[in-house]
């Protein structure tokens, strides 16, 4: 069970450098070298209980956006100065901007691993129960189509593929999961395995 505060920072490390066949200084999923300070971000990992299991719901971007166009993401955006620094209000309120799902329906559980981004994104995902029923309004600039994806098959490890990228003669790995054709990719799928491995076996 996710808690307040919860901070597995370091978690998956062996794992991650025994999969990727690199060298020493490869970088591992959610931590690379950035030339400037990172912008604060924050996503929410919305968790929905259905009559027929446990969901995720995601979104994908529409195919303009400046930054992860046409990628699958969790709602979500950078810190504002109204958010205060505050992770939680920031993920709150880019759900309802961007999908129109009220605050008041989301109960936070906890945070993941903080995720950097090759971008120069710092996210830190929170995770959220999300009360049904709800109706989503997705902002057409940002969202193409907002869906849901059974938690029990993001979960599985063995829907979990380590892909390698040379970028700058860096090995860069990254993860991906494949649902109905739709490809989750790099921080979403990151951030994903994260959770994983804190619900842990079944």
């Given at each position: 069970?996710?808690?307040?505060?919860?901070?597995?920072?370091?978690?998956?490390?062996?794992?991650?450098?025994?999969?990727?066949?690199?060298p020493p200084d490869a970088v591992r999923p959610g931590r690379v070298a950035l030339d400037r300070p990172p912008t604060p971000a924050a996503v929410l990992v919305p968790l929905v209980e259905r009559s027929e299991g446990w969901t995720v719901l995601l979104t994908r971007r529409t195919d303009h956006l400046a930054h992860h166009p046409g990628q699958?993401?969790?709602?979500?955006?950078?810190?504002?100065?109204?958010?205060?620094?505050?992770?939680t209000?920031?993920?709150?309120?880019?759900?309802?901007?961007?999908?129109?799902?009220?605050?008041?329906?989301v109960t936070v559980l906890g945070r993941l691993d903080p995720y950097l981004t090759g971008t120069g994104f710092a996210i830190t995902p929170l995770v959220g129960v999300v009360e049904p029923p709800f109706e989503l309004s997705p902002?057409?600039?940002?969202?193409?189509?907002?869906?849901?994806?059974?938690?029990?098959?993001?979960?599985?490890?063995?829907?979990?593929?380590?892909?390698?990228?040379?970028?700058?003669?860096?090995?860069?790995?990254?993860?991906?999961?494949?649902?109905?054709?739709?490809?989750?990719?790099?921080?979403?799928?990151?951030?994903?395995?994260?959770?994983?491995?804190?619900?842990?076996p079944g």
């Open positions: 069970m996710l808690t307040a505060g919860f901070d597995p920072a370091g978690r998956g490390d062996a794992m991650l450098e025994a999969a990727v066949d690199g699958i993401s969790f709602p979500g955006g950078r810190l504002e100065d109204a958010d205060d620094g505050d992770p209000i920031a993920a709150l309120r880019e759900t309802e901007e961007e999908i129109g799902l009220s605050r008041t329906r902002d057409p600039f940002e969202v193409a189509e907002a869906f849901e994806v059974p938690l029990e098959f993001l979960m599985d490890p063995e829907n979990h593929t380590l892909n390698r990228v040379v970028v700058e003669g860096r090995h860069r790995p990254f993860w991906s999961m494949t649902w109905e054709q739709r490809v989750i990719w790099g921080a979403t799928a990151g951030i994903l395995v994260n959770l994983s491995e804190v619900l842990g």
